[in-house]
């Protein structure tokens, strides 16, 4: 099934299912009022979301809407902890090699991983509101899976199973704030903003064998201002599955209900499939030509982040955002 | 005012107002079932819930119930959002000092804040469960302020008004994690896992001059398996006040309201008032004898974090937890 939720109806927005092709809705509130209330409650709730959704896909409802994307909130308009992985090494390597670093041995077998913002998830077309461009404006295309209630400890190959729903992420990053934050030993904190997320989450299901082995078989395609940016697969060169994030995560906590763990930017040691964002791109041009030609985002500048399946149809639609300038 | 929440009532609690000598409370769910809901609607909640706290303190309630510390969970049993600062400097220069590095400049300008996890916080009665006593665990008594909604990029002059709660937290620190996940360059992850709040969050104006220039100006005090460890005194030394922590944290993004801004470790200059952590008491044993003596906890070992008026009454009410074996 697919889960989106509207703007309507408060912080957490409404819960609702859409149908396969994403042309419809389904309000559910004698189910579960938002997607926070079926999480905290997944194994009554999403029986019962899994019936609608059947008999929406199989011959519609008369009580279904016309879905309108703008109308979307995040499918979790606000949740209780995202941590963000960073699995595809091609990334890492590349912004080690740009500035003449070596890659140490751990990061083979042990997760990068940085606790990040959960407070807020911007709708899939929300603008992404910047005081400066000076920040370094840059998206991140990223997979993100939710999970059910996590016990603290769990193997990777138990954690399999509490991964509940799939989506995709742009894990806005602020690049020039980022040098003297890691600086300061800490992490990010303002150098990573809030994120959007696609219109719907998934469940595994819908994914077919596009989903094995906790990993996503697809190219995560991205275009910046309209023009095709990349469509690296994210099938490939991910060295941790979420399996195994969610259970570096779960390490020494269990993990609330509606806990979403991000795969970091998807990127391949084939360069030719292109980036997932802009940093990566100017690392290419630092190594190639010593120094960056393409800059970080303006404002007006659009993102447009989606995943196709092998008949070419949207799965989990797609992430539009403009950078806007940020008036008080 | 005084607020806390009971464990009954489902994941986020059922919020009551506590009687100034935490002896008796009374349930509000007239006016919001958890505190998350009074937040999200602080205006009109706030003087709903201090109606009621004038009563209850005035003359007492036929619906009151007594107050039984075992029964509350967290007053925020999970939050959207918390951002832990660093801001009482003496602790940060002796952490340097024991591994002989200086102090950067910058972090006399510049908060040291990090993104925590607020998915779950434990109750001040709930025991810490740990996997490994070789984790190095150990407590941290902080200073936390639950904000409003604070709009980004507010100054601190603004941001001291959307201080709207005040609180003891429980940093739960596993030390000898932290080496090898600092290195990686991405923050705490696996070495913070989840804290424990206080009994009751108070209102600024349950603190009088106690709370001035968005500082708490009272002695922290904790004990450790019920032997005195510290009481520093937490208006002195604070480098950056909650409203510049507070602003420091909106830079880049608004806060959602219920968001946890931390303090850091309380610690001052003169030593003599005893450390708010493990560490910080190694630390100085490293400085002095060029190794530590006190090791970290061990299972079975408790930790009391509590702050006193002037008079000698307990203000939040106090954290007590044992350090408990995590099994499965």
Redo the contacts between chains.
């Keep these: 099934m697919k889960l989106a939720s509207l703007k309507a109806g408060?912080?957490d927005g409404s819960l609702v299912v859409v149908d396969r092709s994403l042309q419809s809705y389904v309000a559910v509130p004698e189910i579960a009022q938002t997607l926070q209330q079926a999480l905290?409650d997944w194994s009554r709730a999403a029986p019962l979301l899994n019936a609608v959704s059947e008999t929406l896909n199989a011959a519609g409802r008369d009580d279904a809407s016309r879905l309108d994307y703008t109308a979307l909130a995040a499918p979790l308009p606000?949740?209780?902890?995202f941590?963000d992985g960073?699995a595809y090494l091609p990334h890492v390597e590349r912004v080690r090699r740009a500035r003449g670093a070596e890659v140490?041995e751990?990061?083979y077998s042990?997760p990068?991983?940085?606790?990040?913002?959960?407070?807020?998830f911007l709708g899939p077309r929300d603008p992404v509101?910047?005081?400066s461009e000076d920040?370094g404006i840059d998206f991140e295309a990223e997979v993100v899976v939710v999970t059910d209630d996590v016990?603290?400890?769990i193997t990777a190959g138990e954690a399999a199973a509490h991964v509940q729903l799939i989506g995709l992420i742009n894990d806005v990053s602020?690049r020039n704030?980022i040098p003297?934050e890691?600086a300061?030993?800490?992490?990010?904190?303002?150098?990573?903003?809030?994120s959007a997320l696609s219109p719907v989450l998934v469940t595994p299901d819908e994914l077919g064998p596009a989903w094995r082995d906790s990993v996503l078989h697809l190219p995560l395609r991205s275009w910046l201002n309209g023009r095709r940016f990349g469509e690296p697969e994210a099938g490939l060169d991910m060295q941790f599955n979420f399996a195994e994030l969610v259970a570096?995560?779960a390490?020494?906590?269990?993990?609330?209900a509606g806990?979403l763990v991000g795969s970091g930017t998807v990127a391949n040691q084939d360069e030719s499939l292109g980036a997932s964002c802009l940093a990566e791109l100017r690392m290419l041009e630092i190594i190639e030509h010593g120094k960056p030609s393409t800059p970080f985002m303006s404002f007006g500048d659009t993102i447009r982040i989606e995943m196709l399946d092998h008949e070419g149809a949207t799965i989990f639609g797609a992430i539009e955002q403009e950078i806007r300038p940020?008036v008080?």
């Excluded at 606000?78 to 902890?81: H, K, L, T």
């Excluded at 300061?184 to 809030?194: E, I, T, V």
């Design positions: 408060g912080r905290d606000r949740a209780f902890e941590v960073s140490p751990s990061f042990d990068l991983m940085y606790q990040a913002t959960s407070a807020g509101h910047v005081v920040y016990p603290m400890a602020l704030l003297a890691l300061k030993g800490f992490g990010f904190l303002q150098s990573k903003p809030r570096h995560a390490k020494t906590r269990p993990l609330t806990t940020y008080r």
